[in-house]
């Protein structure tokens, strides 16, 4: 079972909304896809879905063309960010409500209402009305409703952003075990890194309407084919600075280290390097890069601390440990393990991993 998407494009009123796109899904496998609002994260999925037909390309499901059939004749579920269920109808009638509407036989609609309630944790509250539940207790209601289906391509869009912090947590723990169970093809949208990390298995990251990247989600994190993927895979977006590499040693505004085992194969010239926001420190260590930065806005979270910092004409964010006592406008000089930094050419491809990365 594979959902293959070939030279997939979507065009709106003469705006393309998707650039040209293929990819390939397998069956039970768990797909996210990563990007801000409006790269196109949601176009994709009702491409997915049949509810959109593409501008050009082809969508096929087990090697058949099913670019032109209608969404009800398709063996999909889609479960949206709002909880979507039937207010004046018991739990467990939202979770049969599809499966009669397929003209299943009553027995074999009560054994399936059970079986996914128990999957879902509902079994206990399948006489209730939806109104009556916790946030996540509904949104795993309308997880049953679409996994009762047996669907074989389940499209979870942004299905978690609505909820608390303690219930987006516990769900999360909980889909990748729910879609280990089913066996389907899981594409989850979802705008959070961090959200794509816990998930696991594979990860398209999106940008503009373009895939960027597609593979294992811990090696795309580890290894961004380019700056854009790398902004797109991490929350707050990736730092960067210009470079200028001369022999064995790297230049920066008067700053300069050694290039290191990588960069010292690449060619002398300028490039772009990369380091995420938690690889910054304030404590000297050895061997870290300084650099001397002017603090402009700290973000307290609890246990950490976002600094927001202008080095020249860049503008840096720095996660921190613990509760800073920092003003705004005061210096503050940073350090950074020369092991976390990407280096990227000036149009932004990757040349060289950091060294962390690869030995992770």
């Known amino acids: 079972m594979t959902l293959q998407l070939e030279g997939v494009t979507l065009e709106v009123a003469g705006r393309t909304h998707i650039h040209p796109t293929s990819l390939t899904l397998d069956k039970g496998t768990m797909n996210v896809l990563l990007g801000p609002t409006l790269a196109g994260k949601t176009s994709l999925m009702r491409l997915m879905a049949g509810l959109d037909q593409p501008s050009t390309g082809r969508i096929l499901w087990n090697g058949e063309d099913v670019t032109g059939q209608r969404v009800q004749d398709r063996k999909i579920a889609m479960v949206y960010q709002q909880f979507i269920n039937y207010p004046s109808m018991s739990v467990y009638d939202n979770i049969a409500s599809p499966l009669r509407l397929m003209g299943v036989p009553k027995a074999e609609v009560d054994a399936r209402v059970r079986e996914t309630a128990e999957l879902m944790q509902l079994g206990p509250m399948l006489e209730r009305k939806p109104l009556e539940l916790s946030g996540g207790q509904q949104q795993r209601c309308a997880l049953a409703r679409a996994l009762v289906k047996n669907a074989g391509l389940v499209l979870l869009d942004e299905p978690l952003a609505n909820l608390d912090y303690k ?83 790297m230049q920066h505004a008067g700053t300069e280290f050694a290039a ?101």
């Open 260 to 360: 290191g085992a990588l960069g010292q194969s690449l060619a002398d010239g300028r490039y772009m390097a990369g380091f995420r926001p938690n690889h910054l420190s304030l404590e000297p260590r050895e061997g870290a890069i300084r650099f001397d930065t002017v603090l402009n806005v700290t973000e307290i979270t609890g246990s950490e601390t976002f600094v927001h910092l202008d080095h020249g004409a860049d503008r840096w964010v720095g996660l921190v440990h613990g509760l800073r006592d920092l003003r705004a406008g005061q210096a503050l000089p940073v350090y950074l393990d020369p092991a976390h930094v990407y280096i990227f050419a000036e149009d932004g491809a990757l040349v060289a991993p950091a060294s962390y990365a690869e030995a992770a």
């Open 167 to 249: 219930l987006r947590e516990e769900l999360r723990a909980e889909i990748p075990r729910i879609f280990e169970a089913s066996g389907a093809i899981f594409v989850y949208a979802t705008t959070e890194p961090e959200e794509a990390l816990l998930l696991g298995g594979n990860c398209a990251t999106l940008w503009e309407g373009r895939v960027t990247q597609f593979g294992p989600t811990a090696q795309v994190y580890r290894q961004p084919a380019d700056a854009t993927t790398a902004r797109v895979f991490s929350d707050p977006p990736m730092n960067f600075l210009t470079l200028e590499k001369r022999g064995a040693r």
